[in-house]
């Protein structure tokens, strides 16, 4: 481990990494908020594909059937089939479905609006109870479309900060969104969901990771192990 960021804790760590993924990377815009509705629908698409292949599948079900009301009364296999490019297509568009009529049938209307007001805790609480909804798709509407402080651990980020150190390595990616919420500050929590994703696609890979581009190498946990073992193996 090299000790120059031993003496240093976990939140001041963090804001050093912080400091430097602006410098590399800016601080991120705000992009045009989705609607609460369509950004719940948008981020159970993009659970475990491409960001083009999310936005096909939303951009086809929408042609397809043009309001939600539409597509909670549609027969399962038309919003199967309309969101097949997303990938998981026979859970996702069930999921769907089921969290369109499940919102309809607490709010007579098929309206987010209620999570504004609603204590985070709770409000997260009740889209985890949504089918196919869990801490990270929370999280994104809550943080995206209404703007609370709610941080949003989706696999790149899960990973960079494992490697960097500031969640165990045992830590899983549930749990992850509590502890990075606890060191991370709040008003910067879209800046940094946005730049580690940056990070973790353009650096830190997940088989191969660029460590050799990496502004990040004296704080981080996993190139100080590796470098060590490389050392190693030179001596032997």
């Not at 209620?114 to 409000?123: E, G």
């Not at 969104?177 to 929590?189: G, N, S």
Request: charged share 25%; hydrophobic share 40%.
């Amino acid at each position: 481990m090299n000790a120059t960021h031993e003496p240093l804790s976990t939140v001041n760590r963090y804001a050093e990494i912080a400091r430097r993924l602006i410098a590399c990377y800016g601080y991120p815009d705000w992009r045009p908020n989705l609607p609460p509705v369509d950004e719940l629908v948008d981020t159970i698409l993009s659970q475990n594909t491409t960001d083009a292949s999310r936005d096909k599948a939303f951009d086809q079900l929408r042609l397809r059937l043009p309001t939600w009301e539409a597509v909670r009364d549609a027969a399962p296999e038309v919003v199967i089939d309309a969101v097949r490019p997303a990938g998981l297509s026979n859970q996702k568009g069930p999921h769907i479905q089921a969290a369109l009529r499940r919102i309809t049938e607490e709010q007579g209307s098929i309206t987010l609006e209620f999570l504004r007001d609603m204590p985070l805790d709770q409000a997260k609480a009740w889209l985890t109870s949504l089918d196919g909804v869990g801490p990270k798709t929370a999280a994104i509407v809550l943080l995206f479309s209404m703007g609370r402080p709610v941080f949003p651990v989706d696999t790149h980020v899960h990973r960079v900060t494992k490697r960097l150190g500031l969640i165990g390595a045992t830590v899983s990616a549930d749990r992850a969104h509590d502890l990075l919420a606890a060191i991370v500050p709040a008003d910067t929590y879209y800046a940094a969901h946005l730049n580690l994703i940056r990070h973790g696609r353009q650096v830190c890979h997940a088989r191969q990771p660029a460590c050799s581009d990496c502004p990040l190498t004296d704080l981080c946990d996993f190139y100080q192990e590796h470098a060590g073992q490389q050392a190693a193996e030179r001596i032997d």
